[in-house]
């Protein structure tokens, strides 16, 4: 069955989505009598309104996770992670910055606060490229490597976002009264997010986070796994602490495709990304150069990763110690660009997303697993890089 639904299912990840569900429903098994479907009984009934009354009589929830053909998992799975953001949101804007709610209680000034509160983030942000000594090595970036195009594309980029922080910070200081309705309404709307801990819009475009603090927290993680890149080539990339990942793997095999440019057979239209999910520790990596990436920051959503079979597993499945939980930390990733992925056992093209939040489609990483693959696509199994 190929999915046509109205033009809708424009992706490919979309249309292989629906494609699954229409082989799961339609199939010779819906006019079966007695036959079980999307947790529905198919009637035992030949005339028409005994049908009718039958179903009207016997219909299920429709906004259960069964009425589609998901797995039960599928519902909590989307409630605890809209519950885990609010949880983290919470924390950090209570836990983290609960001097400054007992300073309101104490009927401080927020004005009065928000200086000091404002000067602690500015110094907390890192000095540009530019300003820290290293313009020099920046600029000396060469374009001979699609790499090394990559950093200079993601330098470049971060660059930017934090001189626009950290001129969105100083005029914000340098205002006498933020607050007061004189002021712009920039300037207004920037000192309310900090005050309330909220993470203003222009900064939430660029990644989210729970918290003004978290986010400042976020930036200077970025910012450091930029600034040991640009002094000598990394062998494990936070792929969520970048802001275009999904071009890292073209860069991978662009990369391959530069190393072997005399062999034909090693043309960019020939290769492709292979993944595979390791079980080894950062030390155990950094004792040797591997060829490719290791990627790290990644978590699983709707399954878990079982490091002692290699495979992967339900979240529902009896005995495991992860029973219960909907995501889990995955292990590193070692993604390698190859002319041609090696057959091997069954595995589930996994697709790899930014965050819970966004359907922002980053990739694919190839997991093992003993069912079909579309038995995992109907569960809603993802990986998430942040």
């Known amino acids: 069955i190929n999915a046509e639904y109205m033009g809708s299912c424009k992706s490919p990840a979309a249309r292989e989505l629906v494609t699954a569900y229409s082989d799961y429903v339609l199939n ?71 001097g400054f709610v007992r300073r309101l209680v104490s009927s401080l000034q927020p004005s009065t606060f928000l200086g000091s509160f404002v000067e602690s983030l500015r110094a907390q942000l890192p000095q540009s490229w530019s300003e820290n000594g290293k313009i020099a090595a920046f600029r000396q970036l060469g374009e001979s490597s699609p790499l090394t195009q990559f950093l200079r594309r993601e330098i470049e980029e971060f660059e930017v976002i934090l001189l626009s922080v950290s001129k969105q910070l100083q005029t914000l200081q340098a205002t006498p009264d933020p607050l007061s309705e004189d002021s712009p309404d920039d300037i207004r709307s920037l000192a309310l997010c900090i005050l309330t801990s909220s993470v203003p819009q222009q900064w939430e475009l660029w990644w989210p986070s729970p918290s003004t603090v978290a ?22 990339v936070w792929f969520g602490g970048l802001l275009r990942p999904a071009e890292l793997l073209t860069a991978l095999q662009q990369e391959a495709a530069f190393t072997h440019s005399h062999d034909e057979n090693w043309s960019l239209e020939k290769l492709v990304i292979q993944s595979q999910i390791t079980d080894l520790t950062h030390e155990e990596v950094m004792r040797y150069p591997p060829d490719g990436l290791f990627l790290s920051g990644l978590y699983t959503d709707s399954f878990s990763w079982s490091s002692q079979e290699g495979l992967m597993q339900d979240c529902s499945d009896p005995g495991q110690e992860w029973m219960g939980t909907t995501y889990s930390d995955l292990p590193l990733v070692h993604v390698l660009a190859v002319q041609h992925k090696a057959a091997g056992a069954s595995t589930f093209r996994c697709p790899v997303y930014r965050n819970p939040r966004e ?19 109907l569960r809603g199994a993802a990986i998430f890089a942040s």
């Not at 809209?82 to 609960?98: F, M, N, P, S, V």
């Not at 359907?359 to 696509?377: A, F, T």
């Open 215 to 236: 986010w400042i927290d976020g930036l200077v993680s970025r910012f450091t796994q930029l600034d040991h890149w640009l002094e000598e080539r990394l062998t494990i």
């Open 28 to 98: 010779p098994d819906v006019i079966q009598r007695g036959a079980m479907i999307c947790g529905a009984r198919v009637p035992l009934l030949d005339r028409y309104l005994d049908h009718t009354q039958s179903i009207l009589g016997t219909r299920i929830d429709q906004t259960c996770s069964e009425a589609v053909g998901l797995h039960p998992n599928a519902e909590l799975s989307r409630g605890s992670r809209d519950a885990a953001i609010l949880h983290d949101k919470t924390l950090h804007g209570l836990a983290r910055d609960r």
């Open 359 to 377: 359907d922002d489609l980053i990739g694919h990483i190839d997991v093992p697993c003993r069912e079909p693959p579309k038995h995992w696509l």
